[in-house]
C-alpha cells in the first residue's frame, strides 16, 4: 500500500488534517481526525471483503483517507467537505502516484459518501463504513447529537 502510505506522509494532507484539529479542539462531537479516517478505511476494506468486492485494498484506504480532508474549508468557509475534500484531495492523489482513472473513482466515492442518491460501489462502502465508524454507545454527547436515534451506533457491528 505503497501510495496510501504516501497520502499519510503528504504534507497537504497532514496540514488539511492539522487544520481541522483546530478547529474542532473544542468539539464534543465525533472528530474528524486521523484515528476516524483509518477506522473508516478498515471497516470499509473489510466489508469489501464480506462482500467479494473487485476494489483494491489501496483504492479503498485512500477514499478513507481523503474523505473528511475537507472539513476544514467546511469550518472556514461553509464549503460542503465532501465537495471540498474531493477539490483537495484531486490534488493529493495525483502526487501519491493514483491514475487519472484511480483519482475519478476516489473523488466520486468522496463525493457520494453524503448523499442519498445512488451511489458507486465504492461510495457506498465509504459512506457506510464512514457511519459505522462511530462509537456512539460510548458517546458522552450522545443525548445532544444531531443523529436519528435509528442511525445511532448502539452494538458493535465491526
Known amino acids: ?6 497520502i499519510l506522509k503528504n504534507k497537504k494532507f497532514r496540514a488539511y488534517l492539522n ?8 468539539r464534543i462531537y465525533c472528530l474528524h481526525d486521523i484515528r476516524h479516517a483509518m477506522d473508516t478505511a478498515r ?4 466489508k469489501s471483503l464480506e462482500e467479494r468486492s473487485d476494489l483494491s485494498k489501496e483504492i479503498i ?7 473528511d ?8 468557509d461553509r464549503t460542503p467537505h465532501e465537495k471540498a475534500s474531493a477539490i483537495l484531495g484531486r490534488g ?3 502526487e501519491c502516484g493514483f491514475t487519472e482513472t484511480e483519482t475519478e ?11 442519498d442518491k445512488e451511489r458507486s460501489p465504492l ?3 465509504l459512506f457506510e463504513a464512514d457511519n459505522l465508524s462511530r462509537m456512539c454507545m460510548l458517546c458522552g454527547a450522545r443525548a445532544t447529537c444531531k443523529w436519528k436515534k435509528e442511525d445511532m451506533n448502539m452494538e458493535v457491528s465491526y
Open 43 to 46: 471497516i470499509a476494506y473489510i
Open 105 to 115: 473513482t476516489i473523488l466520486t466515492a468522496v463525493l457520494e459518501h453524503r448523499t
Open 61 to 67: 484506504y485512500a477514499a478513507a483517507l481523503i474523505h
Open 92 to 94: 493529493i492523489l495525483e
Open 19 to 26: 487544520r481541522t484539529a483546530e478547529h474542532e479542539k473544542n
Open 69 to 76: 480532508i475537507g472539513r476544514c474549508m467546511q469550518y472556514e
Open 1 to 6: 500500500m505503497n501510495r496510501a502510505d504516501k
Open 123 to 125: 461510495g457506498k462502502l
